[in-house]
Structures are given as C-alpha cells and as structure tokens.
C-alpha cells in the first residue's frame, strides 16, 4: 500500500489532553478509554477517504476475536507446546526491564518474586513461566525458583532479528496457555497473552 496516498495529519491532541494521569493508568484502561472517544471521532475524520493507515500505540477497535485470524507456523507451534502443553497449574509471568521505563519503574522485579513467592505458599504445586527481555530477571528468578521455574533460552531480543521474534512469539502463546498472568506496567505484550488465552491479567507494582 502506497501511504502517501492514504496519510491524513489529524491530531488527537484534544483527546489525550484530558486523560488524568495516564502514566498511572494500565494499558487496558487507556484502550477502553481511547476507543471510547474513536468510535465518535473516526468516521468524521476520514469519512472522504476508502482507504486509511492508522499508527497508534493504542487499539482503536473493541478487539472480540482474541487473534483468531493469527495462528503460528508449526515450528512455534511445536516449541510452545514443548514447553508448556498440557502443563497445569501454571502461572505465566511477564517482566519487562529493558526498553519500557514505566514497566520498569512501576513493576520492579522484587515485586514479582514477592508476587511469586506468595502464590506458591498457596498452592505448592504451582509453575512459574516467565516470560522476559533480560537475562538478569531469569539468573534472579533460577536462583529463587529453580525447581519451579519454567522458560526458553533466547539468545538474542534483537527486534531486528526473526530468530529473536519468534522466541517472542513464542513466549507469548506460551503465556497465554497458563493459568493466569501476572504482567508488568503498561506492557501490551502481556496484555495482548492474556487476549489470546482469555486469560485474568494483574499488573504488579
């Protein structure tokens, strides 16, 4: 597609003007809010146009399908069910401390081990899946968790590199098969697991 031919300089400045304190705000709650005010603004906008590009960190569409129209070649297919398929009483874990400051301002790594630490009191049987860009948080988590502790290695988080987003791939659809997800701060990855799976998320902060 030709974006020349579709670009449109509309500016949500009136919109994001009036949400209170969105850096405290998760990322669904800025989604719903967000649509809200599309679904009124959007048919004005580029009622002259067929064809529109939009680019935005956040969904303009009530997502209702859970990504059934994305399904995973089978080589991700056999590496998530490698690690994951048919396991139970799995907690999937998301821990972002990388490149997104507020993930890693508001859901420090402490918190998660706390968060993880108090679900095993609960239930000894309990799995941990963590799904994370540093190597650091996995050392910390074997070191804690080692006996209940499941992951893949990956040897690169390069979104430049195939090789490093399909291990992303993979961790996501290996998320979205546990039990429930605890995630990080205004992460749409873990957001976008718990979808796939129909999955409760909890924030940690």
Known sequence: MDKTKVKS???FSDIYASVPDKHEKHVKELDNWLL????????NMFSDRKIIFIESCYRLYDNKIRYVDFEPIDIIVQRVNALINAKKNVLGIHIRQTDHAMAIEKSPVAKFVEMAKKELDLNPH???YLSTDNHRVINTFKSVFSNRLIYQ???SYN???PFAIQDAVVDLYALSKTEKIYGSHQ????QTAADIGGLP?????
Request: glycine share 0%; aromatic share 6%.
């Open 9 to 11: 300089n509309h500016f």
């Open 36 to 43: 809200s005010k599309t679904t009124i603004l959007l048919p």
């Open 126 to 128: 309990l799995e941990l």
């Open 153 to 155: 290695t990956v040897t």
């Open 159 to 161: 979104r430049n590199s």
């Open 187 to 190: 992460s749409t990855f873990n």
């Open 201 to 205: 998320l909890k924030i940690v902060h």
